[in-house]
């Protein structure tokens, strides 16, 4: 899960995936493509809306997504246009690109919709997110 920062929309994507599958057999994790967070917990509004909802984030740091993460990882969602840009464009290679897809195509298939950021909002915009990402995430699961 990737987003800008890693304290808003990713880790709520993360937090919700790691509650709908088996952990004993898949690894969810989130970083952001600028890295000015790392180290940080999640925004508290992320914390709250995820708690409001049943799930405790409070143990994610941010981290900056790298290279190896395509290495890592079979599946990279981005919550918006520019992460996919900004991931893909570190892409050594067609099967490296072909991991990364946008987190509400799951929901909205094809339109490529972006997860509006709330960092500049207030919880209402949490809300929303949660919303998004919780029937995105309704629908990785399933597949998975």
């Known amino acids: ?4 920062g890693n304290i808003c929309r990713s880790p709520l994507a993360e937090g919700i995936l790691k509650a709908k599958v088996d952990n004993s057999k898949y690894t969810v994790d989130s970083a952001g493509t600028g890295g000015w967070h790392a180290g940080e917990s999640p925004d508290p509004r992320s ?15 941010a981290r900056k997504f790298s290279t190896y993460d395509f290495e890592r990882y079979d599946h990279i969602f981005v919550m918006d246009n520019s992460n996919y840009r900004d991931v893909v464009r570190l892409a050594n290679d067609d099967s490296e690109k072909a991991k990364v897809q946008l987190i509400l195509n799951e929901i909205f298939p094809g339109e490529n919709v972006d997860v509006p950021d709330p960092y500049y909002g207030g919880a209402s915009g949490f809300n929303s997110v949660y919303e998004m990402l919780d029937q995105a995430c309704d629908s990785i699961a399933s597949r998975l």
């Open 1 to 4: 899960m990737v987003c800008l």
């Open 47 to 61: 914390i709250d809306v995820a708690q409001k909802n049943g799930l405790d984030i409070t143990d994610q740091r």
